[in-house]
């Protein structure tokens, strides 16, 4: 027997969306938003394109490739960093509150400015550097073991959202000169890499009293990270590092 579905009924969720537009506000604003969570899909990032699409075309927020890989909406939802795509609307809440990534200079609603992040991720570095003369044929492949291999398991996974660093206070604080839980765990992805050959000098260059030793290890970070990841445990590991240098 064929059953005939009509459309579902509207069922609307509001959302509490930070605004600011340089070129007309003097402040920010908080907006609420009705979003009928029937004709979107099931994630913060789909709610925001129905306000984006079908309200306001000026609102805007950074999003890219909505599998939780490029980073780009990183946002604090419900008071918590996280990922808009990953981020599921809650069915639990009649109302959910959106913002840009805290302490974080806005350029526009949800778009942060992460110029001082990314001059901190170019600042360690980050790619292998090798004391000893390189096959620039490339015929040969820079090798490891297995073993070292999965020593970077839980390192290279990072996407570079700053849902860590900026859940640390610390980072919050001292941002023009602690590296954040984000880049640390970065400069000892490149540490513990068994193809790089600039450990001793990667770890001196780390060895500041803002640069690393502003953590102290409330676990912010772990708990922020979209991609479970541990943060904390990788600094702990720096600093044992330059402990033994030492």
Request: net charge positive; glycine share 4%.
């Amino acid at each position: 027997m064929k059953v005939e579905t009509g459309p579902k009924k509207p069922s609307y969720k509001l959302f509490d969306v930070f605004r600011y537009r340089p070129e007309t506000d003097r402040k920010p604003q908080m907006t609420r938003y009705a979003v009928d969570v029937n004709n979107c899909g099931t994630m913060v990032l789909d709610a925001l394109f129905q306000i984006k699409n079908n309200v306001d075309p000026t609102f805007s927020f950074r999003r890219s490739c909505r599998e939780g890989i490029c980073g780009s909406c990183a946002m604090n939802i419900n008071g918590e960093n996280g990922l808009a795509c990953l981020t599921k609307i809650s069915p639990g809440r009649n109302t959910m509150t959106i913002r840009p990534l805290p302490h974080m200079f806005v350029i526009k609603d949800l778009v942060t400015d992460m110029t001082n992040f990314y001059e901190q991720y170019a600042s360690i570095k980050p790619w292998l550097q090798k004391k000893t003369k390189v096959d620039t044929n490339y015929e040969v492949e820079n090798l490891q073991s297995y073993e070292d291999r999965l020593l970077l398991d839980g390192l290279y996974e990072c996407i570079l959202c700053a849902c860590c660093s900026t859940s640390c206070p610390s980072y919050w604080w001292h941002a023009d000169k602690y590296l954040g839980p984000s880049i640390l765990q970065q400069a000892y992805r490149w540490i513990a890499d068994s193809r790089d050959e600039m450990t001793e000098e990667r770890l001196k260059s780390l060895d500041d009293t803002y640069k690393l030793y502003r953590c102290h290890a409330i676990m912010n970070c772990t708990h922020a990270c979209p991609k479970n990841l541990n943060p904390g445990r990788s600094i702990h590991k720096l600093k044992h590092a330059l402990h033994k240098m030492h």
